[in-house]
């Protein structure tokens, strides 16, 4: 089982910069991907950023040059720096971790642009 908890989420500006982190706990040496996703009111959840262990990384086309991945070295912190942020991004940001079998999910963070 793997824990998961994020935080940094709040109401920002248009043009400004939020960083998410999310801190996983559990049997986390089992985790090969850690990734953060969101979904907007009326939509479904979609991919954000994710990362692999072998350090591979993978970013949504509306996210690219604008949001960055990264991880601790003992694999059990996950972060998204998350730059020129604008209204499309109002979401609830979730994390995410994969272990081969299962995807663990967080209780999700609400991540608010402002126009």
């Known amino acids: 089982q793997v824990q998961l908890v994020e935080s940094g989420g709040g109401l920002v500006e248009a043009g400004g910069s939020l960083r998410l982190s999310c801190v996983a706990s559990g049997i986390i040496y089992r985790i090969s991907i850690l990734g953060w996703y969101r979904q907007a009111p009326g939509k479904q959840r979609e991919l954000v950023a994710m990362?692999?262990?072998?350090?591979?990384?993978n970013y949504a086309d509306s996210v690219k040059g604008r949001f960055t991945i990264s991880r601790d070295n003992a694999w059990n912190m996950v972060y998204l720096q998350m730059d020129s942020l604008n209204p499309e991004d109002t979401a609830v940001y979730y994390c995410?971790?994969?272990?081969?079998?299962?995807?663990?999910w967080g209780q999700g963070t609400q991540v608010t642009v402002s126009s």
């Open positions: 990362l692999t262990r072998g350090g591979s990384t």
């Open positions: 995410n971790a994969y272990d081969y079998n299962t995807n663990y």
